[in-house]
């Protein structure tokens, strides 16, 4: 399988930052007054930055797809970059929950006895992630605590099946570790409530992203995302659950958007749900 790469020409960039906001997955960063792409593992090479760049400095490269080496990426890209992309790549692998290419990336730094601009506040930053910080963006794996009574486990209530956070599709990141290899559930919001079995019934065994066709915005960024499930995550299956109501078939559409733009193909099943819980229909696309 081939992987696209984004790559920045910087004698062009002159640092205006419209590609920033055209990476769904924060890879690029404006740093030193010029583009930089902080991290190989959340570019999805979608190229969705480069029709935004007025100085045509952003392009794609295709490339053989390879097991990522985050000793290799320190080496080959961030450290050529300075202090302040290492600090930026660092704090990246923090925010979305990749520490073991933290710890990779750490021990690199200081193996080559490279000062480690990102230390000083490490503890702060971990900090405001698992406290004070924002929840709603904070990745959260569940799975890890398997072992652990779930709420409503002890006091014989329906037990949550809920294996990871966040879960709405603007916020979820494709390449998160409970992604890979999984079975997708994507949801409509309003399924969750007119279904009572919810969590036994659909989630269980699946990892979750929930969405609304209907109100959400940017929607592109959503076909993406899914994209990159189905390509670098690897998902092994889609699950579709939507209302009877016509615009939520607007999240099959999406779907089907994904994987036609996709290398990969997945299984698809659609299940319709009655305004009352009930399922409609259920069937593989």
Request: charged share 25%; hydrophobic share 35%.
């Amino acid at each position: 399988m081939k992987r696209q790469i984004v790559l920045i020409d910087e004698k062009k960039c002159d640092g205006c930052g419209d590609c920033i906001p055209g990476c769904p997955e924060g890879a690029l960063q404006v740093i030193d007054g010029k583009a930089r792409l902080v991290s190989d593992l959340f570019c999805d090479g979608l190229g969705a930055c480069i029709g935004t760049c007025p100085k045509g400095a952003i392009s794609v490269e295709e490339r053989e797809a390879e097991p990522y080496d985050e000793r290799r990426v320190m080496e080959e890209s961030i450290v050529k970059g300075g202090a302040n992309v290492i600090a930026a790549h660092l704090a990246h692998l923090r925010e979305h929950g990749e520490k073991e290419y933290l710890q990779q990336a750490e021990a690199y730094l200081k193996e080559k006895g490279i000062e480690n601009p990102g230390k000083e506040t490490e503890s702060k930053q971990i900090s405001e992630q698992e406290g004070c910080g924002c929840a709603g963006s904070a990745l959260m794996d569940f799975r890890k605590n398997g072992n652990e009574v779930k709420q409503g486990e002890s006091d014989g209530q329906p037990k949550s099946e809920l294996t990871q956070w966040p879960i709405q599709l603007h916020l979820v990141t494709p390449l998160a570790p409970y992604y890979q290899g999984s079975d997708l559930l994507l949801a409509a919001d309003c399924t969750a409530f007119a279904v009572g079995a919810f969590h036994p019934d659909f989630m269980k065994g699946k990892s979750l992203a929930i969405a609304c066709p209907k109100l959400d915005s940017g929607i592109e960024k959503y076909v993406e995302k899914l994209k990159a499930m189905i390509d670098f995550a690897n998902i092994n299956t889609i699950t579709v659950v939507i209302m009877e109501v016509p615009c939520c078939g607007g999240l099959v559409s999406i779907v089907q958007q994904a994987l036609d733009q996709a290398s990969r193909k997945v299984p698809v099943k659609r299940v319709v749900i009655g305004v009352r819980g009930e399922v409609l229909d259920e069937q593989w696309l």
